[in-house]
Each structure stands twice: as structure tokens, then as C-alpha cells.
Nanobody, 122 residues
Framework: QVQLVESGGGLVQAGGSLRLSCAAS????????MGWFRQAPGKEREFVAAISWSGGNKYYANFVKGRFTISRDNARNTRYLQMNNLKPEDTAVYYCAAAKTWDYGLASMDYWGQGTQVTVSS
């Protein structure tokens, strides 16, 4: 059974930091691009960041550039999202996703995690 399990969410004050983790299991994710999306209440799910299998290519939404860093540890089958200088508008459920062919669209994701809540207080 393929699983993506997120952890690391929580409540933090504006300006603070959190590190999200996404542990993958159940199959090899060799050649899969892994990424993060988020969904705030009443809004559509949106792309946050992605990283290629090798880690050599990283992609970020404009609204997180310079604040968030995505990384992966293939030996541990785990991906990370380091979030610094958090803002109240970053409050959302954050989802880990994996795709063989990444085109940023939700429909192209092959696997999703269950999500982890991030709440940033002002």
C-alpha cells in the first residue's frame, strides 16, 4: 500500500518557522517528482514547491520564494519543506504529492498525503 504521510504541522506565530516532513512508503519513488500543495479554508488547493528525484531541480510558487526551502532524502524516502518567516496567509492544510510526470496540475499527481495543518497567528 502506497502512503505519503505528512508531519510537522502546528501553530506558530508570524515570523516563526516550521519544518514539514513527508514520508513515502509502499513503492519505489525513483524518478518521481515530489511536491507540496496547500489549501486554505474556502480556497482551492494551490502549488507550493516541488523537487525532482535527483534534487537538482526545485520549483517554488512566487509567494514562498526566499522563505520556503524544499529538500529530499532519498535514502530515507522523505521530503521536507522548511518554512521560515511564516505569515498568517500561510495558514492552510499542507499536502505532500508525488507525480511521475509533473505539470503542476492537481490531476497529474499520482499520490497524495492526508495533509497536515499549519496555522500562523498574527
Amino acid at each position: 500500500q502506497v502512503q505519503l504521510v505528512e508531519s510537522g504541522g502546528g501553530l506558530v506565530q508570524a515570523g516563526g518557522s516550521l519544518r514539514l516532513s513527508c514520508a513515502a512508503s509502499g513503492r519505489s519513488f525513483s524518478s518521481y517528482t515530489m511536491g507540496w500543495f496547500r489549501q486554505a479554508p474556502g480556497k482551492e488547493r494551490e502549488f507550493v514547491a516541488a523537487i525532482s528525484w535527483s534534487g537538482g531541480n526545485k520549483y517554488y510558487a512566487n509567494f514562498v520564494k526566499g522563505r520556503f526551502t524544499i529538500s529530499r532524502d532519498n535514502a530515507r524516502n522523505t521530503r521536507y519543506l522548511q518554512m521560515n518567516n511564516l505569515k498568517p496567509e500561510d495558514t492552510a492544510v499542507y499536502y505532500c504529492a508525488a507525480a511521475k510526470t509533473w505539470d503542476y496540475g492537481l490531476a497529474s499527481m499520482d499520490y497524495w498525503g492526508q495533509g497536515t495543518q499549519v496555522t500562523v497567528s498574527s
